[in-house]
């Protein structure tokens, strides 16, 4: 099982060393043809502004619709889940729309606000304990009626899912927590049974 991290901006790396303490072959992402031979994807946190600049420059947008049409899952967490969502507001931005979610960038506040709490997903159907870092964290406003919330921060759902799209409003990789990581890593694994092997 090969997952490949975006690695054009933000914390690609402990992003990489969280997949790797899953047991998961992990790649750094720079090009769109690279994209080609993974199982699954994280785009990171950073700024989605400049996140969503080097995705045109590199033109990746093409390559991230394949990758999705096919099935294959993505993981976005903080500025990787406002790139992922359906519609962005505070500004409203483009979206490559793979979520039914609608977010509000910055919503916590600024980078003092950052905050971290302890908090439960629902895993597999089971409750499970996760730590939380948030950082100039987006707010999730809406779910879409085929999203399903799988962790909460007060009222507002904080990790969301549908179908092979998976989405973080906080940091797991900034944490020893590999919970999400692991949830992740079964999402790509159930979701290449069955699918032609791609080439390596």
Not at 117 to 133: H, K, S, W
Not at 147 to 176: C, K, N, S, Y
Request: charged fraction near 25%; glycine fraction near 8%; include cysteine.
């Amino acid at each position: 099982m090969k997952i490949g991290v975006l690695a054009l901006q933000g914390d690609f790396v402990r992003h990489r060393q969280a997949l790797e303490r899953c047991g998961a072959t992990a790649v750094e992402v720079r090009k769109p043809e690279e994209l080609d031979d993974l199982d699954g994807l994280i785009i990171p946190g950073g700024e989605s502004t400049t996140l969503l600049h080097l995705m045109e420059e590199w033109n990746f947008v093409p390559a991230l619709e394949k990758f999705h049409a096919e099935g294959r899952p993505i993981f976005g967490t903080c500025a990787g889940l406002i790139v992922l969502a359906r519609d962005v507001a505070n500004p409203r931005q483009f979206s490559l729309g793979f979520i039914d979610v609608g977010v509000e960038r910055n919503a916590y506040g600024r980078q003092r606000e950052s905050f971290e709490a302890p908090g439960t997903a629902v895993l597999d159907g089971q409750p499970t304990p996760i730590e939380m870092v948030f950082i100039r964290a987006p707010r999730i406003r809406r779910l879409g009626p085929e999203v399903e919330a799988l962790a909460r921060q007060g009222e507002d759902p904080v990790m969301a899912r549908q179908g092979t799209v998976l989405v973080a409003t906080f940091h797991p990789e900034l944490t020893d927590d590999s919970a999400v990581h692991h949830y992740f890593c079964e999402m790509v694994r159930l979701a290449s049974v069955g699918r032609a092997p791609r080439k390596r």
